[in-house]
């Protein structure tokens, strides 16, 4: 089945146009007699109070809903929609988002292992509001989900459940929980089974709340545990086949992996909107800051990288559907990516902003900034930590190294993946792979890129500069997948080498989707101000610029030969980004590739 989803009568992609449904019907954060106001979010995050009426009033809106497939009731069409979705919660504040979203993580591995009936009946549950939890992680073990020690004993009219998760969002507040348990006592991934546990229809004793753990960010989200002693559940909780706990489970993380780039995506919007805001309102030494060679490169370089989290999240969320047998490759390398790139752009951003980062309370803009920091560092952590998930890009060097030598390339579904025009496929679950079989194709697509933008220069459709960059590109994967190719597997003890390998695999899949994500829709939008983004490549060049910059140290920029006649190439790019920016900012647009509104314009 095929989505009919494509653009709405303004031009913008649908899944944007969601997003700025409901954040008009949230109205102006800047309201502070808004329910989901900035004034509000601080003050209870000072509080460390759970944000229980924020999180009302999205069930109000309909929110849960899409977290539901629409295959299972509910409004969920494309993944794509879903980022921006919780973008544009995370963009007033990450607790929220952190606190609300969890239902779709508790929910996922229905989505992925659940037969019909079983996701019909969660997804009705959804809808009306039920917060759904889940349960993996133990004190003891972390990551390590094969060592869990919570027991599913069978019984004979279900499950036996007994031991401890912890570190569990929405453990407490949840009315369900998904917990991972052990069926079976041979060890191994066979021995480890999913159920869906009501915890109303518990016996009174059969479970306990573990407190709630003190943050150093998401002050008031609920990440507690849960104690079960006896538990009894029927065998309808199970989901799945019994055995194929963590399967599910690594598939399911594949989707939430992906999704989570909307968590830094949001929190990239807020600072450097309040980093804009600064900069033209403080002066120093009788000029704005905004007019200061220093902090116009920050921002602009904060605004490349922000462009740069939103490609790679794009192409990433369409690719769940039309490259789905990939996934395991492009999750874990978005999952890297994504919030670190973020967490780098906050800390420029703070040199912006000097003391007024570190302020809290009603002091400036309800300490907005140094919430926003503490929030996003724990995103990175989320669904398995940096690394994690480079240990997981490791596994798979063999088949990305064959399938790049090989050149192999699902062409179909990485147009359709970076081409926004393209109507969506349904996703399809049961095309979800443990490891990839074919390799990456936004990867192993990367030379033939490269090479479509140097003919480009060639010809002065595009700059000199974005022209050598792109050659320069194809050398760094060249050389990186040679490397690739001398590590060799070990099992346990993995060479600190290979992770800045995967490290690199990483920046080679951002770069990739950048510029295909360019090539396939340059000159697609009507919008003035967008349109200079996109003309002769400016946001993909400073994009470039800046990746290449983890690749080769000192470079790009550092290298002879990287000035045009008209100064360095570096320093021009980021110069006219900035400007972009700035008109965008005037022309009440969010910085964005596409064309999104503030919603406040539009009232």
């Known amino acids: 089945m095929t989505s009919t989803r494509n653009r709405t009568p303004e031009g913008l992609p649908a899944a944007y146009a969601a997003a700025l449904h409901l954040d008009e019907r949230l109205g102006d954060p800047d309201d502070p007699g808004r329910l989901f106001s900035y004034a509000r979010s601080g003050a209870l995050d000072d509080a460390e109070s759970f944000p229980l009426e924020i999180c009302r009033e999205l069930d109000v809106l309909g929110l849960p809903r899409a977290y539901v497939p629409a295959a299972h009731g509910g409004t969920l069409d494309g993944y794509d929609e879903a980022i921006q979705l919780m973008r544009a919660v995370a963009r007033r504040d990450v607790t929220v988002a952190v606190a609300h979203g969890k239902t779709f993580l508790g929910a996922v591995c229905l989505w992925v292992g659940g037969d019909r009936e079983q996701a019909a009946r969660l997804g009705e549950r959804i809808g009306t509001g039920t917060v759904v939890s889940w349960g993996l992680t133990e004190r003891d073990h972390g990551s390590d989900l094969l060592a869990s020690e919570v027991t599913a004993e069978r019984t004979p009219d279900g499950y036996r459940l007994t031991g401890e998760k912890w570190l569990i969002n929405n453990a407490t507040r949840g009315h369900l929980v998904c917990v991972l348990a052990r069926t079976s006592k041979d060890g191994g991934p066979r021995g480890l089974s999913l159920l869906l546990v009501d915890k109303q229809a518990l016996a009174p004793g059969a479970f306990r709340p573990l407190p709630a753990v003190k943050l150093h960010g998401i002050r008031g989200a609920d990440i507690s545990g849960i104690a079960f002693t006896g538990a009894e559940v029927p065998h309808s909780a199970l989901i799945g086949r019994e055995g194929d706990g963590v399967e599910t489970v690594v598939k399911s993380l594949q989707l939430t992996r992906t999704l989570c780039s909307s968590l830094s995506l949001g929190a990239a919007d807020q600072a450097l909107g ?16 905004i007019d200061l060679p220093q902090t116009r490169h920050l921002i602009s370089e904060s605004y490349a990288d922000l462009l740069l989290a939103e490609a790679v999240s794009l192409v990433a969320g369409r690719g769940i559907h039309t490259l789905t047998g990939e996934l395991a490759v492009a999750s874990a390398a978005v999952k890297f990516f994504v919030p670190t790139l973020v967490e780098g752009l906050v800390a420029k951003l703070a040199r912006v902003m000097g003391s ?33 998930n480079l240990h997981s890009l490791i596994n798979q060097f063999p088949q990305l190294v064959r399938g790049y030598r090989r050149g192999r390339v699902d062409s179909a579904g990485l147009y359709a993946a970076t081409a926004l025009r393209e109507p969506l496929p349904g996703f399809d679950p049961g095309r979800l792979e443990l490891l990839t079989r074919s390799g990456c194709s936004p990867v192993q697509a990367l030379p033939a890129a490269c090479d479509a933008l140097s003919e480009l220069a060639d010809k002065r459709e595009v700059p000199a500069s974005l022209g050598r960059l792109a050659a320069r590109t194809r050398a760094v994967a060249d050389e990186l997948h040679e490397r690739l190719a001398e590590h060799r597997p070990t099992a ?15 920046v080679c899949f951002a770069a990739s989707a950048a510029i295909h994500l360019w090539l396939h829709n340059r000159g697609d939008t009507d919008d003035p101000v967008t349109a200079g983004l996109w003309d002769r490549g400016l946001w993909l060049e400073a994009c470039l610029t800046n990746l290449l910059r983890r690749t080769t140290p000192g470079a790009p920029g550092a290298h002879e030969g990287d000035t045009d006649s008209a100064g360095d190439a570096t320093s021009d790019v980021h110069e006219r980004l900035v400007v972009a920016l700035l008109a965008q900012r005037a022309a009440g647009r969010l910085p964005s590739l596409l064309t999104y509104p503030h919603p406040e314009e539009r009232r």
């Open 274 to 289: 309040m980093s804009l805001t600064y900069a033209h309102e403080r002066t120093n030494y009788g000029r704005l800051l």
């Open 356 to 388: 007024r980062s570190l302020l809290a309370g009603d002091t400036y803009r309800h300490g907005r900034f140094q919430k926003v920091q503490r929030d996003h560092r724990i995103v990175g952590i989320f669904d398995g930590n940096t690394v994690v």
């Open 492 to 506: 346990i003890e993995v060479p600190a080498g290979a992770f800045d390998l995967a490290e690199r695999y990483a």
